[in-house]
């Protein structure tokens, strides 16, 4: 039976110390093979612009906020939770875990394509499996975009390079006007349509 550190003060050192066996294996945890019991909340968040928080302050080790967000699992119940072999903790996150920080267009096996780079290190190519969508915003009614990064976590893709994305799209008319998409492993992915045109 596993021990909930976060039920007598846990920190995220805690959570590291549980985790120190990693940093000898390569690849990501196998969060969702994990079934340790649920230890409650920490303060920890996840703003919007992808910075890390505990107890009100940014974290700043960097190496620290990716074994963090290595063992970060998006579960059934739309809660997001840092998991251990050991315990579960749940977190607080603001919109997506993480943010899309860069897109590279390139030439692929599969044609052209586009590498996305998110603020803790992970690349993922636009595919079938790391799909972009447009998601309205509840807040100001816009259609926000989202890169699929693994499991169910994405990385809301930031402004500058979705205006990259924008300035690269190729235009197609369509009834509401003109929707800009862009193709990456032989799919088109739409960024939206503009009105008019």
């Not at 009100?56 to 072999?85: N, Q, W």
């Not at 997506?96 to 920080?101: E, G, N, Q």
């Not at 052209?112 to 509840?138: A, C, Q, R, W």
């Not at 893709?157 to 006007?177: D, I, K, M, P, S």
Request: net charge negative.
């Amino acid at each position: 039976m596993g021990v909930c550190f976060v039920n007598n003060g846990s920190k995220p050192e805690n959570i590291v110390a549980n985790l120190q066996f990693l940093n000898k294996k390569k690849g990501l945890p196998p969060v969702h093979s994990w079934n340790p019991p649920f230890c409650g909340d920490i303060d920890m968040r996840i703003s919007r612009d992808g910075r890390w928080h505990y107890n009100g302050s940014p974290i700043g080790r960097e190496s620290m906020v990716k074994l963090f967000a290595s063992v970060l699992r998006h579960d059934d119940d739309g809660h997001y939770y840092l998991v251990t072999p050991v315990e579960k903790v749940r977190i607080q996150v603001d919109d997506a875990p993480f943010v899309a920080v860069s897109a590279e267009a390139r030439d692929g096996a599969n044609g052209p394509e586009y590498l996305f780079t998110t603020n803790v290190g992970d690349e993922v190519v636009l595919s079938n499996e790391h799909n972009l969508k447009m998601i309205k915003s509840m807040k100001t009614g816009e259609f926000v975009p989202y890169i699929r990064v693994r499991d169910r976590l994405d990385a809301l893709v930031n402004r500058n390079v979705f205006y990259q994305l924008v300035a690269e799209a190729v235009e197609a008319r369509v009834t509401e006007g003109i929707e800009l998409s862009i193709r990456s492993q032989g799919q088109n992915y739409s960024l939206g349509v503009v009105e008019g045109g």
